[in-house]
T-cell receptor, first 112, second 110 residues
């Protein structure tokens, strides 16, 4: 158990819908990262937060947004969902920037 | 061309064999991660290194910054080592972006 909690584990929804994925980092970890893993693209970095502030952005679509709350949990919001958004979404956390990452078990999103 | 290239893409070996997975990158980095992903999907960080060599049990990771190359070695391989191994680099740009290799699927047969 990495100590990083992601909910839900599975999510099935329809095109055009909006979903929210939640991540609770390990106790004491200030940095939260979001990644997308799809069959054709592999793992891709989406966005990173550190102590509530956005620190780095990767290949995140405009339809996607994220935030980190004062209690350090983070949410990834995906809207106007398309079939191609179906993927495994991972959250990871680290104590500070540049330290070892601890991954959650992922949220499997299926857009039908 | 991908910024991070792994080889081989697939590797099948017999139990007990010495395994080497390679990672080459074309960008400036501050550190490199080796990750392990089991068939269930969970990802575990094995190593994070910015220079030299690290060892944990039967796993050894090395990095040569000048040559922009890293290797992951597994000694006395075991079927439970079967997984996808992913190399990921942290760009030197100052942002904490991870760029991932495509992964190496390792299968160890008993």
């Amino acid at each position: 158990d990495s100590g990083v909690t992601q909910t839900p584990k599975h999510l099935i929804t329809a095109t055009g819908q909006r979903v929210t994925l939640r991540c609770s980092p390990r106790s004491g970890d200030l940095s939260v990262y979001w990644y997308q893993q799809s069959l054709d693209q592999g793992l891709q970095f989406l966005i990173q937060y550190y102590n509530g502030e956005e620190r780095a952005k990767g290949n995140i679509l405009e339809r996607f947004s994220a935030q980190q709350f004062p209690d350090l949990h983070s949410e990834l919001n995906l809207s106007s969902l398309e079939l191609g958004d179906s993927a495994l979404y991972f959250c990871a956390s680290s104590r500070v920037l540049g330290e070892k990452l601890f991954f959650g078990s992922g949220t499997q999103l299926s857009v039908l | 061309k991908n910024e991070v290239e792994q080889s081989p893409q697939n590797l099948t070996a017999q139990e007990g064999e010495f395994i080497t997975i390679n990672c080459s990158y074309s960008v400036g980095i501050s550190a490199l991660h080796w990750l392990q992903q089991h068939p269930g999907g969970g990802i575990v960080s094995l190593f994070m290194l910015s220079s030299g060599k690290k060892k944990h049990g039967r796993l050894i990771a090395t990095i040569n910054i000048q040559e922009k190359h890293s290797s992951l070695h597994i000694t006395a391989s075991h079927p439970r080592d079967s997984a996808v191994y992913i190399c990921a680099v942290i760009l030197l740009s100052g942002a904490q972006k991870l760029v991932f290799g495509q992964g190496t699927r390792l299968t160890i047969n008993p």
